[in-house]
């Protein structure tokens, strides 16, 4: 079995991959990613143990598993009840539909934001007409952690992230959720770099944010599909123009010979 990796490597390999702002089971799974395709571990080699790489990135079991999930879905690695997980064959990467998403270009954001609305917008009146008691709770349980990163001043976007998966959840259509974790790397744009480009949340991002997530939460608790599809709609349209603003600042103030 390969060696694992020093302590002091997680934070070299995510620095230099530029991670930090992706989701911890997205930023450990590259970091293990680069070390498959690096050789450090061979086909049939076992990888550390979940309780290992919980200690070594500093994350809950959950992560760790969620980490190994996406591996598995590349075809890196796979489990075996009882026995671990085992690096696999690494094959020619394939180009897939969503695998260039980034946030590091604000044109890329738009883009995603264009798509979401079309398709956030009929999640949101699904759930506001199919939602359960217990994910009702899901979505104001999500809502509420937003609130509670905003004071607390820390980055809001998985817990955006989770906000709007929840209201994928209610809308008792499982591809709905599967669509939002497919495109989970660039869904929701950096928020610990506000104001900072490139593909960083516009300065005044978080001052919308609550309130317009609380006015889709009232509607979906409400039942009032129409109301929950024109508030998704508002919400996702006012991340755009915020979006489009920011890029036609950053494009103002660059000088004529790097336009």
Do not use: W
């Not at 809308?171 to 497919?182: D, I, V």
């Not at 300065?203 to 979906?220: C, F, G, M, T």
Request: hydrophobic content about 45%; glycine content about 6%.
């Amino acid at each position: 079995m390969a060696a694992i990796p020093a302590a002091g490597s997680t934070e070299a390999v995510l620095a230099a991959d530029g991670q930090q702002g992706k989701s911890l089971a997205f930023r450990i799974s590259s970091a293990l990613r680069q070390q498959l395709t690096a050789g450090a571990f061979r086909a049939g080699d076992r990888l550390p143990s979940e309780s290992a790489l919980t200690r070594e990135y500093g994350v809950s079991r959950t992560v760790v598993r969620e980490a190994i999930a996406i591996l598995r879905a590349d075809g890196l690695v796979e489990a075996r009840k009882g026995a671990g997980v085992f690096a696999l064959e690494m094959k020619p990467a394939e180009e897939r539909p969503f695998d260039d998403l980034t946030t590091e270009r604000i044109s890329s954001v738009i883009e995603l934001l264009e798509l979401r609305t079309v398709f956030e917008v009929e999640a949101a009146a699904l759930a506001a007409a199919r939602r359960s008691a217990l994910q009702i709770e899901a979505i104001v349980d999500a809502h509420r952690i937003v609130a509670d990163c905003l004071a607390a001043s820390k980055p809001t976007r998985d817990a955006d992230f989770n906000f709007h998966l929840a209201i994928a959840k209610a809308t008792q259509n499982s591809r709905f959720p599967e669509f939002l974790q497919l495109i989970r790397t660039g869904i929701i744009p950096r928020g610990d770099l506000q104001g900072s480009p490139p593909g960083s949340r516009p300065k005044d991002y978080n001052l919308h944010l609550q309130e317009e997530h609380a006015q889709i939460v009232d509607a979906i608790i409400e039942g009032d599909a129409e109301a929950a599809r024109s508030r998704m709609r508002a919400h996702l349209k006012g991340s755009l123009e915020r979006y489009r603003a920011l890029l036609r600042s950053q494009t103002a103030a660059q000088p004529d010979g790097d336009r």
